[in-house]
């Protein structure tokens, strides 16, 4: 083992100690992804993690399909653990919800109405379908007939054009209302109160929605442009105002729904159980139905280990060892859809105009070189090792692996290098001037920096004192704002709220499947935390969902493109990529965890009455 791994390992057992002796009443919550945003947390063993990282998990350890043998019972219910550590929040609405809980909660009875292929590109096997003249800049939706809601209610185009009419109202609050939404032609004069109605949107008969837009790209077949993935139940929702939507019960308490289950009792932050939906497009599900249960990840593997629960959702990576030899449980794994990062506050969001407003003079984190620095700085190398057995690896960019197509392996990014982050500092003017080991800035003033991170359980607390310190190696001073790590949803709150306190943030996305970036970092979008825009940027965004980028090799050049000026301008710098584990419990037949598969949930069957111990 290396000196710099077994420097680490004594340092975190250390920490441990410290820990241990304190009292603390921090809330230990784990982040979730999102559109998802996280940086995971889970139980780790001091004795697991010097064993793995000498033998790191591999791909080759995990399958993506679940065939368990056994004669299958009749009915049954799914016993679900949901591994969070603060209660979800319970926006059960496509258009409102803001994180991977209530996403994973809600795909048991998804609105979602196009199928995709193994590329995440729309195909027809969904509830509608999709037909784009490109020369017209128009799209064609149609759906299938006959196809119902969880309450009885037929499916019409008025339900397909209802989150648009949500989305784009001047009274909504929530975060999707950006540069790609208002691709769609009157959208902002619908937003801006000067329209009742979105006049790109047309309902051409009973079953057929034609879209117009003011361009067309091939992002429009993931999903992108404007085009809305989900249905949302118009004879309930439309009389609902659109400022009292997030609260009103349609959405909290008895969401109407198209998938293979429908919510049936709902204890907020808790419990989320469903039934089986009898008027499922597809046929009815083998199961009786399936509950989900908030589970902390202290006791996750626990739980799965003694049959409490058959599977667990947002399983953390860190506690991969305390599963992994399970007699009773598979572990299916993949490559996921996802990255975490590093942020750095360069603005504030107008959100009367709907645009982000960068300020790098006056920001504290406005030199660049300062972010670079802070880059080369963590060692996260050490970090994938000893907690996560080699299941994350460090991001060279902000597009995952699994887009093969656009991700490029070749941009170098960040890696551990401290001597060349003191280098950055000591040349851009970043000196200890009073000689107290910590460096001031250019002007000779005090530097110190605020971090926001999510808490988590342990292992969360472990890694970001490891990163407070690899900052303090190179000078920097650095600490938590508030004091603490942050509770999940709070943090999101602050950082999204751009608190003033707050000049570094870590955090995390799902990216979904489309692989635009212009929801995250264009100038409209909310999801833009770091407020960084510019001329450049918006042209990149622009270019690569363009007409022109229709073309493969083009969109792939300017996908490159701005990898690269994401990389120079350092705005955000990419942290982690990640493999995702599903255990599931051996009294569960039928599961394809794969991105290129047919599976639904009304194929999962149940071996035996209750979970295998």
């Known amino acids: 083992m290396n000196k710099k791994l077994l420097a680490l390992l004594a340092l975190l057992l250390t920490m441990m100690l410290v820990l241990a002796a304190c009292n603390s009443d921090e809330d230990t919550s784990k982040p979730a992804d999102e559109p998802d945003k996280t940086e995971d947390g889970g139980e780790k063993e001091e004795d697991g993690a010097e064993e793995n990282a000498e033998e790191p998990a591999s791909d080759d350890l995990f399958s993506v399909v679940l065939d368990n043998e056994g004669e299958a019972i009749k009915g049954g219910t799914l016993q679900v653990a949901l591994v969070n550590d603060s209660p979800f929040q319970g926006i059960f609405s496509y258009t409102l919800y803001e994180d991977a809980y209530d996403s994973e909660i809600m795909a048991y009875s998804s609105n979602v109405l196009f199928d995709t292929d193994g590329d995440f590109l729309i195909s027809d096997g969904g509830i509608a379908t999709l037909d784009v003249d490109e ?247 050490q970090v994938n090792e000893v907690f996560y057995f080699d299941l994350r690896e460090r991001a060279n960019s902000l597009i995952p692996p699994v887009f093969k197509s656009f991700h490029d392996a070749s941009i170098e990014g960040y890696n551990y290098d401290p001597e060349k982050a003191k280098k950055l500092l000591d040349d851009a003017g970043y000196k200890d001037t009073d000689g107290d080991g910590l460096r001031e800035d250019p002007k000779g003033e005090k530097l110190s920096i605020k971090l926001a991170a999510m808490a988590g359980d342990e292992t969360q607390e472990q890694v970001i004192s490891y990163y407070l310190q690899n900052w303090g190696e190179v000078g920097l001073d650095v600490q938590l704002a508030t004091g603490r790590l942050i509770e999940f949803n709070t943090f999101y709150d602050k950082v999204q709220a751009d608190d003033p306190e707050i000049d570094v943030f870590m955090g995390a996305w799902g990216t979904g499947t489309n692989p635009s970036p212009a929801g995250l970092y264009s100038k409209t979008a909310v999801y833009n935390f770091s407020r960084y825009t510019s001329e450049d940027l918006e042209g990149l965004l622009t270019a690569i969902d363009s007409p022109e980028a229709i073309d493969g090799e083009f969109r792939a050049k300017k996908f490159r493109e701005w990898q690269e000026y994401m990389q120079d301008v350092s705005a955000v710098i990419p942290m982690q990529f990640r493999y995702e584990l599903l255990p599931i419990n051996d009294r569960v037949k039928n599961w394809d965890f794969g991105y290129d598969t047919d599976f639904d949930y009304i194929d999962i069957e149940l071996v035996a009455d209750t979970p295998v111990k």
């Open 135 to 381: 020369a017209s800049n128009k799209a064609t939706i149609k759906i299938q007939e006959g196809v119902k809601w969880s309450d009885g209610e037929p499916l019409k185009i008025e339900d397909l054009i209802q989150p648009y009419l949500i989305i784009g109202h001047p009274d909504y609050a929530g975060v999707r209302y950006d540069s790609d939404f208002q691709n769609i032609v009157g959208a902002v004069e619908y937003h801006d109160g000067k329209a009742d109605t979105i006049s790109g949107l047309k309902k051409v008969d009973e079953t057929t929605l034609e879209i117009s837009f003011n361009k067309v790209s091939p992002a429009i077949y993931s999903g992108g442009d404007g085009l809305w993935f989900y249905a949302e139940p118009s004879h309930i929702v439309k009389d609902i105002p659109v400022a009292e939507l997030l609260e009103s019960d349609a959405v909290r308490k008895n969401p109407v729904t198209l998938g293979a289950f429908k919510f049936d009792k709902i204890v907020p932050g808790e419990t989320v159980q469903f039934v089986r939906n009898d008027n499922y497009w597809k046929g009815q599900a083998k199961l009786d139905g399936v509950v989900i249960k908030t589970v902390p990840t202290a006791s996750a593997a626990k739980a799965l280990e003694t049959g409490e629960y058959d599977l667990a959702l947002s399983f953390p990576t860190s506690a991969y060892e305390n599963v992994k030899d399970l007699e009773n449980i598979s572990l299916l794994g993949r490559q996921e859809l996802y990255y975490s990062y590093v942020g750095f506050k360069l603005g504030k969001y107008d959100y009367d105009a709907s645009l982000a407003i960068t300020n790098e003079e006056e920001a504290k984190m406005g030199d660049k070189v300062l972010r670079q620095a802070m880059g080369y700085a963590l060692d996260i190398e």
